[in-house]
């Protein structure tokens, strides 16, 4: 624990990487059965009888997909259930105003992360950091800092598992998608009429124990192309209106809140189409209902 503690303070004095506290479940998370059971099944893949079985460690996980789908919770619930450290990289940290410091500060994140490890290290929104990489506006810093960070990543042997999300995958460079990187490239859609009812159902047990009042087949059907963070948006919303008229909220209520909200998949459509195309031949879905299989065409 004090080995812990120092490696801590260690970081919080180098402010590259944030310790972030996982207490998320996997049972937090609604649907995604094909993600929650590949990871599930590696929750031992960092023990030493994986070593002995001849097994390397697992090198990380790229989660694509829509925002508000989940793919943070996924990161912090998977930490939690493999009950590792989690540290979250805020890539605009590396990049420094002196020349080859961004490198250096790239290599200290390396052997801070290395340091801790095993451990889960969580790369949020990661085209945001790398987008244009190579492109006319690139004065090579972040190539640079690119590059060491993906050559860390195809050579690593320490048992540090990268959890990278993305929303606009087309704005990662080729190299970051290309095979070794991850094992593997998850796409995490728009939740199905069975996931959002799971979505429903979770959020309202966090904060009423009488649900049986709420029909969650009605729910399900008015939310029909919404996240799931709409859906707790919704509910929250719903909560709030009746909250401050000093009564309880209802189904009704919910249902209001949800038709006043404009989901993302209305508002940017044909880049939710674009990323379904792109997802169709290079990830393999995150939920595992039969629908799921027949639209993504596997």
């Known amino acids: 624990y004090l080995i812990l503690e120092e490696k801590r303070q260690t970081m919080r004095q ?15 998370i609604g649907g995604l059965d094909n993600l929650k059971d590949w990871l599930v ?35 912090k619930a998977i930490a ?17 105003g002196l020349v080859g410091e961004s490198e250096s500060r790239t290599r200290q994140m390396i052997q801070l992360a290395e340091a801790l490890a095993p451990c889960v290290l969580w790369i949020d929104e990661i085209d945001k950091a790398f987008a244009g990489i190579g492109g006319a506006g690139d004065a090579g810093t972040a ?24 929303n606009r995958v087309e704005k990662l460079p080729s190299e970051f998608l290309r095979k070794g990187r991850f094992d593997e490239i998850f796409f995490v859609d728009l939740p199905n009429a069975e996931e959002r009812k ?70 940017m459509s044909e880049q939710v189409t674009a990323l379904r195309d792109w997802a169709r031949q290079r990830a393999r879905p995150a939920a595992a209902s039969v629908a799921e299989y027949q639209r993504m065409e596997f």
């Open 41 to 75: 099944r590696r929750g031992q893949a960092f023990s030493e009888k994986a070593r002995q079985y001849g097994l390397p460690h697992p090198r990380g996980l790229l989660l694509v997909g829509i925002q508000g789908t989940g793919k943070s919770l996924t990161a």
């Open 198 to 267: 799971d979505i429903f159902q979770i959020h309202l047990q966090k904060r009423r124990r009488d649900i049986e009042r709420f029909d969650l087949d009605q729910l399900t059907k008015v939310c029909d192309g919404f996240s799931g963070a709409e859906i707790e948006q919704g509910l929250i919303s719903a909560m709030y209106e009746a909250f401050a008229q000093g009564r309880e909220f209802t189904q009704l209520d919910i249902i209001a809140a949800i038709r006043a909200t404009l989901p993302l998949s209305k508002t």
């Open 14 to 28: 180098t402010q590259i990487l944030d310790f972030y506290p996982a207490t998320e479940q996997i049972s937090d």
């Open 80 to 96: 939690h259930h493999w009950h590792l450290p989690l540290l979250r990289l805020d890539v605009g940290r590396l990049f420094a």
């Open 143 to 166: 190539s640079r800092v690119f590059g060491t960070f993906i050559t860390w990543m195809a050579e690593k042997t320490s048992p540090v598992f990268v959890m990278a999300t993305a």
